[in-house]
């Protein structure tokens, strides 16, 4: 089956400041790519996602970039903010969604 | 504005007990699922289930069971609870029939078991 990997796991970035997170995913055939935000108490939530035909979309101050070749895609956030502390979680489906391990965002104030 | 309602945000059981995990959604949605959330460990699908009296095993079905008696219900139920089975439990929906396109899941907000 599918395997996702975030990394960082733990990412500190001061405000104002970009943060990246890369995810690797295994399977060729993977055509959908989400990414889903965890607040501290709060249930995950989607943020962006992409397909597979598609290299980049932005959002605001969000943007997901996808190398297919390389089988990679990553999440942009600008000018971070307090609120985008949280925990980010990516995934890929190719038959079934699947999720990595979570990467903590910690944005300094 | 709650779509995905899970009937329990807190659970103490015994090993041993049987635990049953309400999920109720008021999208119409086809798919539901139900997902395990350990530290380090992100989201791991248990079951999930595309249409009333179907369900699929996911990644982690062992120890589980789940019951799709109609379409906006979906229970997550553990037969005879462990310690090992201490974890947040989320359910989720999604509109698309099937796994096929784009399915954006609605999470609920989770129910926290703890097994003694």
């Known amino acids: 089956g599918e395997n996702v990997e975030q990394h960082p796991s733990t990412l500190s970035v001061q405000e104002g400041d970009s943060a990246v997170i890369k995810c690797t995913y295994s399977?060729?055939?993977?055509?959908?790519f989400p990414w889903y935000k965890q607040e501290l108490g709060k249930r995950p939530q989607l943020i962006i996602d992409?397909?597979?035909?598609?290299g980049e979309k932005k959002d605001q101050r969000i943007a997901v970039t996808l190398n297919k070749t390389a089988k990679h895609f990553s999440l942009h956030i600008t000018e971070t903010q307090p609120e985008d502390s949280a925990v980010y979680f990516c995934?890929?489906?190719?038959?079934?969604?699947?999720f990595g391990k979570g990467n903590q965002v910690v944005v300094i104030p | 504005d709650v779509k995905v309602t899970q009937s329990s945000r807190y659970l103490v059981k015994r090993t041993g007990e049987k635990v049953f995990l309400e999920c109720v959604q008021d999208?119409?949605?086809?798919?539901m699922f139900w997902y395990r959330q350990d530290p380090g460990l992100g989201l791991r699908l248990i079951y999930f289930?595309?249409?009333?009296?179907?369900?699929e095993k996911g990644d982690i079905p062992e120890g589980y069971s789940v019951s799709r008696e109609k379409k906006e219900r979906f229970s997550l139920i553990l037969e005879s609870a462990s310690t090992n089975q201490t974890s947040m439990y989320l359910c989720?929906?999604?509109?698309?029939?099937?796994?096929?396109?784009?399915?954006?899941?609605?999470f609920g907000a989770g129910s926290r078991l703890t097994v003694l």
């Open positions: 989720a929906s999604s509109e698309l029939a099937g796994l096929s396109g784009a399915n954006v899941l609605t």
């Open positions: 399977d060729s055939a993977s055509n959908y």
């Open positions: 992409i397909r597979s035909n598609v």
């Open positions: 995934a890929a489906r190719a038959n079934r969604l699947a």
């Open positions: 999208m119409d949605h086809e798919n």
């Open positions: 289930s595309y249409d009333v009296k179907m369900k």
